[in-house]
């Protein structure tokens, strides 16, 4: 048993473990690929605002060093572990990977419910976070970025602590930031428009008519809410279920995403959203559409319900949606659901914030719509690929997505030698 012991973190070895029985890796080669190089867990005193102090875990999980410095998000979440960073962490580095990044994976975050701070405690956790990780981050070392829980203010904060202690503004060393301290114009929107794109990609090869189509949208965050919106507006794909963490909504002849939208810009959430009916949030991912988008949290798609989708594309928005016994069922219906794997389907987040952080080194601008290009550009050239590899070798897109990515790091750790 090591530190990372946990379910997830399982989920992501096992996940790995078929891409090495596919690639023919050697033992020695798969632990070193699997396991993360450097981990980090601290304790964060915070004063609260009743005049007591809350303790807080945080981690880091810094998963290989081998391409450049570490990329990933920060995960604010009442149950988060090491395990579970470490298993993001896993992630990211295939995903960075697979778009041709320079960096390895990483993620970070504290077990706490940011829902239940105030401002000022959130601003104190987050400032205490990254106090703790000073000497283990750096813009060539490991580049934090937003994730569940955590938003563009968060990011300023984390970029303020790190400035005031060199002395001087240092915006390469987070990404996700707000524009007017050097964040990326289309980064909030960069990982849901990513996925509409991949999206659009897979109903013209299946031949499908988006005006006739329909999607379910589980989660209404940061890539839910903009995925639906670009589902809804710029696609002409019809959404008839959205759901967050309070309440899954359906109806038949479409929702009114901008007031959706609208609805949890003022009252944070979608629970008294009444435009729809209310439906179990599980049966939400069973019920008939041609699209099924989750953007919430792992493992949703499971061994229970796999058998019973009814969606033509699965767009995996979230990090690890579809479980490895899920993934077996979902092989068996190759044909059937079109999977746009994670580690590709979400990569728009980080491949933006990778324009950011090189604005920030180089001190460049670039405009929304150029990002927004060169965005699409990469995606598509990663899409290309994992269906082609999917094709030729008669592999699932999962499998094709992780097998390019684990290929990379593993050529690069060849070359390299033993250390990184
Ligand atoms: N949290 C995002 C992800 O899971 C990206 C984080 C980043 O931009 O570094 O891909």
Redesign the pocket.
Known sequence: MTIYHDEVFQMACDQFQVIADYLNIEKNDRDRLMYPKRSVAVTLPVHMDDGSTNTYQGYRVQHHLTLGPT?????FAPTLSMGETAA?AM??SW?CALANLPYGG??GGIACDPSKLSRRELEAVSRRYMQEMIPFVGPHTD??????GTNEQVMAWFMDTYSMYTGYTVNEIV??KPVSIGGTEG?REA?GRGVVYLIDRAMDILKMNPEKCTAIVQGFGNVGSVAALALAMKSGVKVTGISDATVALYNPDGIDIVAADRHVLKKGNLRAFTEADRVDPNEMLEMKCDILVPSAVDRVINEKNAEKLQCRILAEGA?GPTTPEADLLLNKRFGEVFVIPDILC??G??I???FEWVQGLQSFLWTESEVTDKLFRILEHSFVQVIKRAKDHKVSHRTAAMAIGVERVMKAKHARGLFP
Do not use: E, F, Q
Request: proline share 3%; charged share 20%.
């Open positions: 990329k990933g998000g920060t995960r993001l992630w990211m995903k990483a993620k580049i934090m970025g937003p994730d569940m990404t996700g980064r990982t990090n979400n990569a987040g980080v933006v914030s990778y």
